[in-house]
Every structure is written in C-alpha cells, then in structure tokens.
C-alpha cells in the first residue's frame, strides 16, 4: 500500500491470480479504501469473472443505469456498463463517448447511489482519457464557515436524465426549468455515519437545484460551491494504462474524465456497488 502524494489515492500490491484475496488482505483493502477513497491497481489484466469475482469483495453488484442507447453493452455480464467510444458495426459498444465526462458522483440520481465504482482499463488511447477524482472531505473541511452555515440543512436534486457525458437518456426529456429537474434530493452535506465525518456530496452540477432558493441564488450558491469543491489541491489525476484497475469511494470522491481523440480506441469495463444509505 503506498499513498500517494496528494489528499487521496493510494497503490496497492500483492494481488494473488485475477486479483485473488484472502480474508485478512480484503480487510485490508476495504480499510484502505475507505481511508485513501481511490485504490490503484496496475498491470494485471482482467477478464469479466475475474472484474466481477473482485468487485463483490466491496459488497453486493448494482447493475448498471440506464443509457442512452437503451441497451445491455455486455449479455452475458449485465451487471459490468462499458465505457468506451468504440463502434462495432455502427453499434457503440460502451457508453460516454470520447468527450470529456465533467465532474460528477456516479448514479447519485437514485435515493441510494453506488458506494463503490470499479474500473478496469482493456484498451486505452495514447493520450488523453485520463480520469480526475477529487477528495470531497477535504473540500468540507476547508470550506469557510460562512460558505459551511450557507449550505447547513440544504438540499439539492441530482439530475436523472442525462448522463456524465451530458447526453439525454432514454426516455428522458430536455430540462427547461431547474427547478423541475427530475431526480431526487440530497443533503450537499454528507455525514459518514461510521466515522461522522462530513463530505460535500454533489451529485454533478448541471441541471443541479438548491431547494427553497430562487434560481438565480441557488446557480451563485452552486457554482461557488462547485468552483471550491473541484480545486486542484483537492483531486489527483490517473493516467491509464491497460490493466489498471481502479476503485473509489462513489459518496466522497467526484470523478472526471478528459476528451480523447475519437480515431483512439478505450474501452473500460466497470462495476458498481449497490448503496444502502440514503444519503443524510
Ligand atoms: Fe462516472
């Protein structure tokens, strides 16, 4: 276990075949993970049994949500999303494109968002498609106490109908009023109900809504937030190589990904960890 030099992340080794464990090292892994919030693991290929045999070490499997092609990417493992630009046959076989993903929490437009997500990385471009993860405990902790006593108690809704990508999901409708966004509300504060520690707990910020403000303050509110919360001293940055797989902590880290050129290949394949906390 090494930790990187920033405010979260961390390298970790000694990973039997597939990413096997014993009892006492997934211990190990799940302290670690709730500690550095990012766990790094790099060079060991995977295939899907093994992503999946791995993911199920940090609870139970939440299948993917929806996208905007309205289809499962992988039949036979419905519980992995594939994040790739890749087409085959005039077919996208992953979700996201080769755009920039902004900032975001994953599926926080359900009452109880993922705990954990897991990336694998199959094939990746030469340059670009590197992925950002920002600490939100520290962005907390080091929010002004009067920026602290503006967003005590409040909430917010968290987009359902476009993806990380900002591409409409199926089904949805193009939102004209943030103040009837669909999605549910969450506290901008979360307390960890282990530890109690708070985290600011985002969601994504377009489409975004703070309950009981006019607009106009609810978009000044937001973007300062969101302006603090994504400060480089906050987040570290991963660049991928094939058989990096990485880990994080979904309700106290947001994640971003850079552009990449569309003619490069990448494809990711990913699990998620289903939530049991509504989020307080
Ligand atoms: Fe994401």
Not at 55 to 68: H, I, Q, S, Y
């Amino acid at each position: 276990m090494v930790p990187l030099a920033g405010c979260l992340g961390a390298t970790v080794s000694g990973f039997g075949p597939g990413l096997a464990v014993s009892d006492s090292g997934r211990n190990i892994l799940l302290n670690a993970w709730r500690e550095y919030l990012v766990l790094i693991i790099r060079d060991i290929p995977l295939n899907d049994p093994e992503l999946l045999a791995f993911a199920r070490l940090f609870g139970e499997l939440d299948p993917p949500g929806p996208n905007p092609y309205g289809t499962v990417f992988l039949p036979d493992f419905p519980e992995l999303n594939v994040i790739s630009n890749v087409q085959e046959d005039g077919q996208p076989i992953g979700n996201l494109g080769a755009g920039e993903a902004v900032w975001h929490a994953d599926m926080t437009y359900v009452e109880k968002p993922p705990t954990a997500g897991i990336l694998h990385a199959l094939e990746v471009p030469p340059h670009g498609g590197n992925t950002c993860f920002a600490n939100m405990y520290a962005a907390y902790d080091a929010l002004d106490d009067s920026l602290k006593a503006r967003i005590e108690g409040r909430s917010a809704i968290h987009d359902a109908a476009h993806n990380s990508a900002g591409m409409l999901r199926k089904g949805y409708e193009e939102i004209t009023d943030v103040t009837r966004t669909p999605g549910p509300r969450h506290p901008l504060v979360r307390t960890d109900p282990g530890t109690g520690r708070k985290a600011l707990f985002l969601g994504r910020r377009p489409y975004s809504y703070i309950e009981g403000m006019d607009v106009a303050e609810s978009e000044t509110l937001l973007d300062e937030i969101w302006e603090h919360a994504t400060r480089p001293e906050f987040a570290m940055t991963h660049v991928w190589q094939a058989g990096d797989t990485l880990i994080w902590h979904n309700l106290t880290v947001l994640h971003r990904r850079d552009a990449f050129g569309s003619s490069s290949r990448r494809i990711m394949h990913r699990a998620q960890i289903r939530g049991e906390e509504a989020i307080a």
